[in-house]
């Protein structure tokens, strides 16, 4: 599969941004407007808040700034995910760069303000509602304020501080070359995009081993720089750590997600542990049904019935969303049903183009989903998991304030892999033979569980090792890198795999690693959205209260929004259910296997 210039696509494969901005002009002028606000409202504020009455007024104001700014950085950031060779788009985004700066310096008085205020302040702004989310980070925050300078300081280093993110995805996106490879007397491109969206599954052993060696020869020519780039991601956060006084860089990076250290050693430790088996239970049935004597890790991502994976249209794609959504009823679908004719999603497989997907959610706009279609079922539960985004941006943006709208980043991806477990369940009874059974749970595994709670655990795993390193006065090179990654996956596998030093190159594949503890909260979020699920199954208000825990936003701690769906996460009960889900899973498949033999 050769990737098309953008230029090449049809306009209802690319998404239309007109509903933020008109055009790039409208943009320039939508930043003089927020800067001048910004302006407006700190000669106001700073220095004056003093009452319960000014803070009250003041975040009233600030909160129309920051819907402006939501608008301006979503825009900003969009167009250059789509062409990163595009110098228009770079031009965008550095303007919105500049600003979220500018605006960052000069309101940074107010956090500062809001989170040393009395506590008898902060108490009674925190039984405001409308402010409930803000009040509690403030109080988070409150221990390890730094001096008003300092934080100035640190809003002016943003961009540089924010550098090494930067650097990963243009070097993903236009670095990464990959070698063209020959199977059969044919010529295959390579590229990031394609490997993983098309050849990582393809059905012929021999494209899979050779696309994976194309792949990861690509990778490894740019492995140095790739761990420089992560070096001094880590060590700034734990520079930051240090300054503010947390315990650990663990405490500093889990603070805002209002969780603490054991949740996310639970999350991975019971996984690896308990869960390992399971996968590797099911791998080598996959193994067993493809006729494989052993398993690479050019294998493992293989559908189980290579024959019955279809290609989907678009269109079709659509068709199968809304009907997988249909069991939250017509106050969900009416929401999400709009994406294909207000262009929501940026399909195009083009060259220079972000791999991946993502949500974006310019607040009370519409969200924005990005994607490359390749026409593979996997694109389907891509974009199944990026309408759940969506559909919890529109029910939360509705429902609550700015302040409130934004869920905790630990159970963030519950909305997305709760569409995913819907679409996986529509499939199943849709078909009424074994085989395809078969073919729905199998996706449910390696579409939904195997990527959220393996492929993003994993990254959870190798980067603990990472922190561990930094907070015992380490460093690291490519090489290290490469030896945890190894470990990890070793680790997890089992003999149900085998692990070279190609398998090892797999930490330079995500952006995660530059997102602080975020990879570990795909598999938190699932176990989440396995319990509503489950709720939804056997629960007659399942749906109500599955639509309930998307108003709410951030609007409640984690801990509390769980318990709307009946979950209590402060225990290991809903990722020991999971875990069992899953395993009973793989049992199903396995008995469908065995029926299909008997036959």
């Known amino acids: 599969m ?47 808040l003093t009452s319960v009455d000014d803070f009250t007024q003041a975040l009233m104001e600030l909160e ?9 950085e979503t825009y900003a950031f969009m167009p250059q995910t789509t062409d990163f060779s595009s110098e228009e788009f770079a031009e965008i985004a550095k303007a919105g760069d500049d600003f979220a700066t ?36 403030a109080k988070i925050q409150k221990e390890h304020l730094l001096d008003p300078e300092v934080e100035k300081a640190l809003s002016n280093l943003r961009e540089l501080l924010g550098a090494p993110y930067d650097i990963y995805t243009k070097m993903r996106a236009g670095d990464f070359a990959m070698d063209d490879f020959e199977v059969d007397g044919k010529t295959y491109k390579n590229s990031f995009v394609t490997y993983e969206n098309f050849y990582q599954n393809h059905e012929n052993a021999d494209i899979r081993d050779k696309a994976f060696r194309s792949f990861s020869k690509g990778l490894r020519a740019h492995q140095n720089a790739a761990a420089a780039a992560y070096l001094a991601k880590v060590k700034s956060e734990k520079l930051i750590a240090d300054m503010r006084g947390y315990n650990s860089v663990y405490d500093y990076l889990l603070a805002e997600q209002e969780v603490d250290r054991s949740m996310f050693d639970r999350q991975i430790d019971l996984i690896m542990s308990e869960f390992g088996p399971v996968a590797q239970k099911y791998l080598k049935h996959v193994a067993e049904v493809n006729d494989l004597d ?48 207000e262009r929501w999603v940026d399909f195009a497989a083009n060259e220079n ?103 993003h655990l994993l990254e959870a795993a190798f980067q603990r090792k990472v922190y561990d390193l930094i907070e015992a006065g380490g460093t690291f090179g490519a090489e290290t890198l490469n030896t945890f990654m190894k470990e990890v996956l070793t680790d997890f596998w ?19 690693y530059y997102m602080g503890l975020y990879s570990y909260t795909y598999s938190a979020g699932l176990v989440l959205s396995t319990a509503g699920y489950l709720n ?50 793989v049992d199903q498949i396995i008995a469908y296997s065995s029926e299909l033999n008997e036959n």
């Open 353 to 455: 183009k972000d791999s991946g997907g993502y949500a974006a959610d310019p607040y009370k706009i519409h969200p924005y989903v990005l994607m490359s279609w390749t026409g593979r079922m996997s694109d389907v539960y891509t974009l199944i998991h990026e309408i759940g985004h969506s559909g919890q941006f529109i029910f939360s943006d509705n429902n609550q304030s700015y302040y409130n709208t934004h869920m905790s980043t630990y159970y963030v991806e519950a909305p997305s892999t709760f569409n995913e477990l819907l679409l996986s369940d529509y499939l199943e009874n849709q078909f009424d033979n074994a085989r395809q059974k078969r073919f729905a749970l199998a996706h449910r595994l390696t579409d939904t569980y195997f990527h959220n709670f393996i492929t």
């Open 2 to 48: 050769e990737l098309k210039k953008r230029s090449e696509f049809p306009e209802n494969e690319l998404w239309d941004l007109t509903a933020l901005y008109k055009d790039r002009q409208d943009f320039l002028l939508a930043i003089e407007k927020a800067l001048s606000d910004v302006d407006t409202f700190t000669r106001h504020y700073e220095n004056n």
């Open 102 to 137: 500018k605006a960052s310096v000069a309101l940074s008085f107010f956090d500062t303000a809001l989170a040393t205020a009395d506590s008898a302040i902060l108490d009674e702004l925190e039984a405001n509602p409308h402010f409930s989310a803000a009040i509690r980070q």
């Open 294 to 341: 052993k398993m690479t890790f050019a294998d493992w991502k293989l559908d189980i019935d290579n024959e019955l994976n279809p290609e989907v249209s678009i269109d079709d794609a659509y068709d199968l969303v809304m009907k997988s959504v249909a069991p939250l009823g017509s106050e969900y679908t009416k929401e999400v049903e709009r994406y294909q004719t």
């Open 536 to 585: 939804l199954k056997n629960n007659d208000n399942g749906a109500k209260e599955w639509l309930d825990l998307l108003k709410s936003g951030g609007s409640k701690t984690p801990l509390d929004t769980a318990m709307i769906i009946g979950a209590d996460i402060s225990t290991d009960k809903p990722l020991r259910d999971t875990i069992q889900f899953l395993s009973d899973t």
């Open 494 to 512: 089992g003999d149900a795999v085998e692990i070279d030093d190609d398998a090892a190159l797999t930490w330079m594949r995500q952006a995660h």
């Open 64 to 72: 129309q700034i920051y819907i402006q700014m939501s608008h301006i």
